[in-house]
């Protein structure tokens, strides 16, 4: 399967945000993390995102269709980045499609020497998606609730 990233423009929100409704969207009824959850953003956090010059948003794309989109924001500190959200649609879950952009991205950064995302702990594939990309757990958490922990993850590049 050929997956690409292509960058996002104001004109892809709303399919973006459609996507990450759909994707989060059973994670929110299941953790009821109604706080944080990329499900209960509105489409203007999406437009904020695209538009933000501190940050690319790419749509990744499987054999040109719409899977999944991904979120780099540059930090303050030189040569480090964070990761927020990413997702992969429904339909194009569970095909390694993350784990390719996740990859991808990577490249597209490879003058950035350190990573950085949050996951719910309870979510142990995604947790294994990152760790098997070379992703190390820190020792940061955050309790949302009684059903839901944000653990946090760093990657340092070579």
């Given at each position: 399967?050929?997956?690409?990233?292509?960058?996002?423009?104001?004109?892809?929100?709303?399919?973006i945000h459609r996507?990450?409704?759909?994707?989060?969207?059973?994670?929110?009824?299941?953790?009821?993390?109604?706080?944080?959850?990329?499900?209960?953003?509105?489409?203007?956090?999406?437009?904020?995102?695209?538009?933000?010059?501190?940050?690319?948003?790419?749509?990744?794309?499987?054999?040109?269709?719409?899977?999944?989109?991904?979120?780099?924001?540059?930090?303050?500190?030189?040569?480090?980045?964070?990761?927020?959200?990413?997702?992969?649609?429904?339909?194009?879950?569970?095909?390694?499609?993350?784990?390719?952009?996740?990859?991808?991205?990577?490249?597209?950064?490879?003058?950035?020497?350190?990573?950085?995302?949050?996951?719910?702990?309870?979510?142990?594939?995604?947790?294994?998606?990152?760790?098997?990309?070379?992703?190390?757990?820190?020792?940061?958490?955050?309790?949302?609730?009684?059903?839901?922990?944000?653990?946090?993850?760093?990657?340092?590049?070579?």
């Amino acid at each position: 399967m050929r997956i690409t990233l292509r960058e996002a423009t104001e004109s892809d929100a709303e399919a973006i945000h459609r996507m990450q409704l759909e994707a989060f969207t059973p994670l929110l009824k299941k953790y009821r993390d109604y706080g944080t959850s990329p499900a209960t953003e509105p489409l203007e956090k999406t437009v904020s995102r695209i538009k933000n010059p501190d940050s690319r948003y790419y749509m990744i794309l499987a054999e040109d269709e719409l899977a999944g989109a991904i979120h780099i924001v540059r930090k303050e500190k030189q040569g480090s980045l964070w990761i927020s959200p990413i997702f992969i649609g429904t339909a194009h879950q569970g095909k390694g499609i993350a784990q390719t952009a996740m990859t991808m991205a990577e490249e597209l950064f490879a003058d950035d020497k350190i990573w950085e995302l949050s996951t719910l702990a309870e979510e142990a594939g995604n947790c294994h998606l990152y760790e098997k990309l070379g992703y190390q757990r820190t020792a940061k958490e955050r309790k949302i609730n009684d059903r839901a922990t944000l653990v946090y993850y760093k990657k340092e590049m070579d």
